[in-house]
């Protein structure tokens, strides 16, 4: 380590060795305050079950055996124990991207930094998956034709809709080549909608379609979504008179993904008809949460809500969740819609922020989730015959049918 | 561990450093040997027992080759050479066994259609550096160059020390001997120490990890949605990667070391500006090329036998350090090519080199050396030729495609700091700024900048970036 020395010809203000000196004493005291600081506020600080921002369970100290020891467990779980329980977590992932886009990367975790501080996930065709899961629902509208009648709500993502938000150089490939792919192989016998016009249409009048920090469509979203579905399968649009009740603070997936400092939070915008009461029935409650929400529990444990709003994840980090307390394997709604037909929607999480819309139109609705609709009693189409179900509506955004492996739960 | 962690930041470096520095000096060379073990078997908890079983060897045969030349210190004879024999048979054969058994079976089978089925061991990490730290004390010892060491926990301290344990520098004993039982910890040190650790903690960090996490990609990409800019892209990003992760390594070590009042030498002097192989490796790795050309190069006969025994040394050493680096085929290759080159450039070419503008020269190694990382960066032999077709035009790539151009455009500003980091200027500034304004230098510049680096690199840990430990192989 070459130290300055003293040269002669060093300004003359004041003994060069003694700054020197004095710098390392600053050096060494405030490195060893950070690290010191570091080690004795993670030990005093109590460890948390799990971070919301970054919305996932956080490693808590591993109990000691000689195995684990042995094996190496035990002290990889101290590392993974050490670096998600240090001290001022949050804010250093915050760090963390600010750093990443301070080298002006627009990219982290499959999610896009985009303009206006929309958060925007990545989309990569995997055309063999998406077309094994058209052939999942053709199959399905086959062994339902004659029953039922059945659409396709596909709902393109932010990245396609939003893509003038989207960084100059990207490698997102364009969701337009896959929906037009499926209605390529759609059976003909399915109705299908792809609302990406009007979604946009309604994005550059300034409609806030899309959650800036969550991957879902926002309810305004939904309703031009329901409403164009409407369209295509020649229905009317109901009438609607909501009460509006606004959630704030939400900060979605996206930005659990990449949290930024600078990310603005988004607001869930909550469409009740005060007219039109609603029983949900939690069917079969496997899903996505432990159980429905704890609130609607009846005495012989069942779960039955009076509201497509959930009130525990008000207070959550996974506030989307405020629509029918997350995804379940089955649900069955009672409404005081306009159509007396048996409806039943098979749906990823796209569909719930739509169901204020669906409940204003349909008296009977059934949602089945096929992440969780495994090796239930009645197969879908069983389902769908012993329930007289007259009409049956596919609702999935573009990425879920380009990334989940469920539909064969379809057969 | 790491020192890339959480846990060796704000748990191991702190505990080390006050118990350190609160017991009598009498027990500082205890402390740091239990601290090392544990550093050790943090990672290895089984093998730890071979490492002690090292250090034991080289404790015992290096007194006994002592006393054998009864006071004379010239006395290379029968009774110190056994006994150094000994621990060169104990070192080689337990490198050999732990990281060459595998491959040999492999290659016998390969050759002579055997089934012997490997042993699948797991590579002790750090073997090789610690065989090679034990083995130039037991030769030292035997060549009367430093007295043997009677204090077993000084030796073990030397061996087990854990800054330079898992990965370099490569010290050698005579080198910190006299620093095992008297040093002076002083406070210019340990803040000197501060700031080298904090730099090669962002080197390997911010820098290896971001530049790496590219690399990892390109190679994980697909062969039909590649380019050849994405090829060269891709070894580009392993040739910073390797570098900033390597010597950031040793500015740690050389940081840590200083902090506890030793002085290792410098493993690294901006290889990537050199001007020619001889060059480079004259600043690559430098306790590795010294170490060969001390206890192999040299001992062999080196270039005091004639032209010809010198050609055969020089590409017997290059061999050897290539496959130092890791028991497979590629590594062997890559010390090779590096033999051949170093050779051509004695012969004749650096003659000729010497006759071309600077930036020629600067070109022509450069473009050796990445590709010779184009070697390193690939065990498997197919995925290697297929990445050396792609960058030479002959893999039916197209010269660019959009994915390159988006890798391009997410790090171009990391490349562009990668560049500027890989030459002088820095360092330049800051000397020229020490010099100028020392006081706003020291008190300022160095305590913000090291903090900074310091608070920054925890975030990367925190955010789990991609934090890879690239020594395994070795």
């Not at chain 1, 100290?61 to 998600?84: Q, R």
């Not at chain 1, 659409?151 to 997102?172: H, R």
């Not at chain 1, 792919?181 to 550059?204: G, H, Q, R, V, Y």
């Not at chain 2, 120490?193 to 962002?202: A, D, H, N, S």
């Amino acid at each position: 380590m070459r130290r300055p020395t003293a040269k002669p010809t060093a300004r003359p203000t004041g003994k060069p060795e003694s700054k020197v000196r004095a710098g390392s004493i600053i050096t060494a005291v405030s490195f060893l305050a950070v690290i010191f600081g570091f080690a004795v506020a993670g030990a005093i600080s109590p460890d948390r079950e799990r971070s919301e921002m970054e919305n996932r369970p956080l490693m808590q100290i591993p109990e000691f055996s000689l195995k684990s020891l042995k094996d190496g467990k035990f002290t990889s779980d101290i590392e993974t124990y050490m670096s998600d329980q240090v001290f001022l977590k949050d804010q250093l992932v915050t760090l963390k991207t600010a750093a990443d886009r301070l080298l002006m990367k627009t990219y982290q975790n499959g999610v896009y930094f985009g303009s206006d501080g929309y958060y925007l996930q990545d989309y990569q065709e995997n055309r063999a998956l998406v077309e094994k899961n058209i052939s999942c629902i053709n199959d399905f509208a086959d062994s339902v034709s004659g029953k039922a009648d059945i659409s396709f709500l596909l709902v393109p993502n932010a990245v396609s809709v939003l893509s003038d938000k989207l960084p100059a150089v990207t490698q997102t490939d364009d969701q337009l080549d896959t929906s037009k792919f499926i209605k390529e192989s759609l059976s003909d016998s399915i109705t299908l909608c792809c609302p990406f016009e009007e979604l946009k249409n309604a994005a550059e009048k300034e409609t806030q379609v899309f959650y800036r920090t969550d991957h879902h469509w926002t309810s305004e979203g939904a309703q031009i979504g329901f409403e164009s579905l409407m369209t295509s399968m020649g229905e009317s649009v109901p009438e609607y008179s909501f009460q509006t009740e606004k959630l704030s603070d939400f900060y979605g997936t996206l930005y659990s993904k990449a949290p930024d400092a600078s990310a603005k939070a988004d607001e869930i915008h909550l469409y009740s008809d005060p007219e039109n009461s609603v029983t949900v029935n939690y069917v079969s409650c496997g899903g996505d949460h432990d159980t429905p929400p704890a609130e609607w529990k009846k005495p012989d444990g069942a779960y039955v809500g009076d509201s497509l709003f959930a009130r525990d994840p008000k207070t959550q980090k996974d506030k989307y969740a405020v629509f029918l307390g997350g995804n379940f394997s089955l649900i069955e709604i009672e409404t005081q819609g306009e159509s007396d037909e048996n409806v039943l929607i098979i749906k990823d999480s796209y569909a719930n922020a739509a169901m204020p819309y669906f409940c204003r139109k349909y008296k009977h609705i059934s949602m089945i989730d096929l992440r969780y609709y495994h090796m239930e009693e009645l197969s879908v189409s069983e389902y769908v015959s012993q329930n007289d179900i007259d009409r049956v509506i596919f609702l999935y955004d573009i990425d879920f049918v380009n990334s989940d492996n469920n539909f064969v739960w379809l057969d | 561990m790491l020192f890339s962690s959480t846990t060796f930041l704000f748990a191991f470096l702190p505990l080390v450093l006050i118990t350190y520095y609160i017991v009598p000096r009498a027990f500082r060379n205890a402390v740091l040997f239990v601290f090392s073990l544990v550093f050790y078997a943090w990672g290895e908890p089984v093998y730890i027992a071979l490492m002690i079983a090292s250090i034991t060897v080289a404790y015992i045969t290096g007194i006994y080759a002592d006393k054998s030349r009864k006071g004379d210190p010239s006395d290379c004879g029968k009774a110190p050479l056994i006994s150094m024999l000994a621990a060169v048979v104990w070192n080689i054969g337990l490198l050999l066994f732990f990281k060459y058994t595998d491959f040999f079976i492999g290659a016998a089978n390969g050759i002579f259609g055997t089934q012997v089925r490997p042993l699948g061991l797991v590579l002790p990490i750090g073997i090789s550096f610690y065989s090679f730290q034990t083995l130039s004390y037991v030769i030292d010892v035997y060549r009367g160059e430093v007295k043997s060491q009677k204090n077993f926990l000084a030796l073990g301290t030397y061996v087990a020390l854990f800054p330079q344990l898992i990965a370099g520098p490569i010290v050698r004993y005579k080198d910190i001997a006299e620093q095992l039982s008297s040093r002076r910890e002083t406070l210019d040190n340990f803040s000197a120490g501060v700031k080298r650790f904090c730099v090669g903690l962002g080197k390997k960090v911010i820098l290896a990890n971001s530049i790496g996490a590219l690399f990892e990609t390109i190679s994980n990409t697909p062969q039909d949605e590649l380019s050849v800019a994405a090829s060269w892209l891709g070894i580009i990003a392993y040739t910073f990667q390797i570098y900033f992760d390597f010597s950031g390594y040793s500015d740690m070590a050389i940081g840590l070391g200083k902090m506890f009042g030793f002085e290792f030498l410098e493993n690294f002097n901006y290889p990537y500006i050199s001007d020619s192989i001889t060059d480079f490796w004259r600043r690559w790795h430098i306790s590795l090329s010294s170490w060969f050309r001390d206890y192999v190069y040299i001992p062999l006969g080196g270039n005091r036998k004639g032209k010809l025994r010198q050609c055969v040394n020089i590409m017997i050493v290059w061999f050897l350090t290539g496959f130092w680096h890791g028991a497979n085929w590629n590594f062997m290759v890559w010390g090779i090519y590096f033999g051949i080159i170093l050779l051509c450039e004695k012969l004749f070419l650096l003659k000729i080199l010497g006759r071309t503008p600077g930036i020629i020269q600067h070109l022509y190694a450069l473009l050796l050396i990445v590709t010779g990382w184009g070697i390193f960066a690939y065990e498997d032999t197919s995925a290697l030729l297929q990445n050396f077709k792609n960058m030479f035009g002959m893999g039916g790539l197209p010269l660019i495609n959009s994915q390159t151009v988006f890798w391009l455009s997410q790090n171009a500003v990391l490349i562009v700091i990668l560049v500027i980091a890989s030459t002088p200027l820095i360092k330049r500034i800051g000397d020229q700024l020490a010099i100028n304004s020392p006081g706003f230098y020291s008190c300022v510049c160095i305590p913000v900048i090291s903090v900074a680096l310091l608070i920054v690199c925890s975030a990367y840990l925190a955010g789990n970036a991609f934090n890879p430990f690239l020594y395994f192989r070795f």
